[in-house]
């Protein structure tokens, strides 16, 4: 049973373009890898934070929208946290 998921991901303001991208890509090819399909990818670029974030006021956004199996996001959310480059992510299941 697939259902519907969507991760907010930070990136480091610090990063480069391609390390970007290389994040991004990881990212895919995890959830094409567990069995899911990515739905849409929103890149909402450079912004303020409300508050410093590991004394980060910048970050880079990226919302991503998947159709997933339950136990790809604990897979995913493990790849996310050992992952350079992010600092904050949060994943919530979209109602259906």
Do not use: C, H
């Not at 590991?54 to 790809?72: F, I, S």
Request: charged share 30%; aromatic share 8%.
């Amino acid at each position: 049973m697939s259902t519907n998921y969507e991760t907010l991901v930070l990136l480091s303001p610090e990063l480069a373009e391609e390390n970007r991208k290389e994040i991004l890509e990881l990212i895919t090819t995890i959830v094409d890898r567990e069995g899911g399909k990515m739905i849409e990818t929103d890149d909402w670029g450079m912004r303020q934070l409300a508050y410093p974030v590991e004394k980060q006021t910048r970050g880079y956004y990226v919302r991503l929208v998947y159709e997933a199996p339950n136990a790809l996001v604990a897979e995913l959310e493990r790849n996310i946290r050992i992952t350079d480059g992010i600092f904050k992510f949060m994943t919530v299941k979209l109602a259906a």
